[in-house]
């Protein structure tokens, strides 16, 4: 099982220039994700897409845009790449969804944990 | 302030120790807890899950939630060098209503070396 794929592995941009970051998963899980993570700041939740269809703002979004392309597909774009963007991205899957979407409304299905897929490394000159 | 603080480190201990990782916590709807594994150049992998209080023991790998204390820890026993990581601790709150959709609030991650 590959899990969650994610490509190119690494990239070097300048700044200004624009970019997509893929990311795949086949887990059939409903909800993705996309974080960075920066020395001493953990992991930041840049956009998330609780189901096929809809994407959220996360804590940093300013300077990104997602699509969810499909079910099994959710990529992240920067339009006009910074410095301040250098970091690396990693985007996770899990089965997470809406409570009030389940006939018992049982709260517990909608926190399960996250897979991570193993980054993609961007420097911005 | 942090919603989730996360000592750092860097952690190093001989082979063999107990070794014990701690996140503290602000926000008291926090009700689920995960502690994930990253090892370098790796996506982090998930360690431990646990649902609001309580111990939950995993072979070498015991995680604790404290709610009253806002205050969660993650205990290795019997360290050993490919235990060599960075941990991250991170929470998340009840689902009710359908609003969190797994949105998880991570610590900043303690780099722990076990050295032969």
């Known amino acids: 099982n590959a899990g969650v794929t994610q490509t190119p592995k690494f990239q070097v941009l300048k700044t200004g220039q624009s970019m997509t970051l893929q990311c795949a998963q086949d887990m059939n899980h409903n909800s993705m994700y996309w974080y960075r993570q920066d020395p001493g700041m953990g992991l930041r939740l840049i956009y998330y897409?609780?189901?096929?269809?809809?994407?959220d703002k996360g804590e940093v979004p300013n300077g990104y845009n997602v699509s969810r392309l499909n079910k099994r597909e959710f990529s992240l774009r920067l339009e006009s790449a910074a410095p301040s963007q250098t970091s690396v991205y990693f985007c996770?899957?899990?089965?997470?969804?809406?409570?009030?979407?389940?006939?018992?409304?049982?709260?517990?299905?909608?926190?399960?944990?996250?897979?991570f897929g193993d980054g993609t490394r961007l420097s911005i000159l | 302030q942090k919603e989730v603080e996360q000592d750092p480190g860097p952690l190093s201990v001989p082979e063999g120790a107990i070794v014990s990782l701690n996140c503290t916590y602000s926000n008291s709807a926090f009700q689920y807890f995960m502690w994930y594994r990253q090892y370098s150049r790796k996506g982090p992998e998930l360690l431990m899950y646990?649902?609001?209080?309580g111990n939950k023991e995993d072979g070498r790998f015991t995680a604790q939630v404290d709610k009253s204390s806002k205050y969660i820890s993650l205990f290795i026993r019997d360290s050993q060098p490919s235990d060599s990581a960075t941990y991250l601790c991170a929470m998340a709150p009840s689902g009710a209503g359908g609003t969190s959709y797994g949105k998880l609030t991570f610590g900043q991650g303690t780099i722990l070396t076990v050295h032969p």
């Open positions: 897409s609780a189901s096929e269809g809809t994407t």
């Open positions: 646990t649902y609001s209080s």
């Open positions: 996770a899957s899990s089965e997470a969804r809406k409570a009030d979407a389940l006939p018992w409304g049982w709260e517990n299905v909608s926190n399960q944990p996250q897979h």
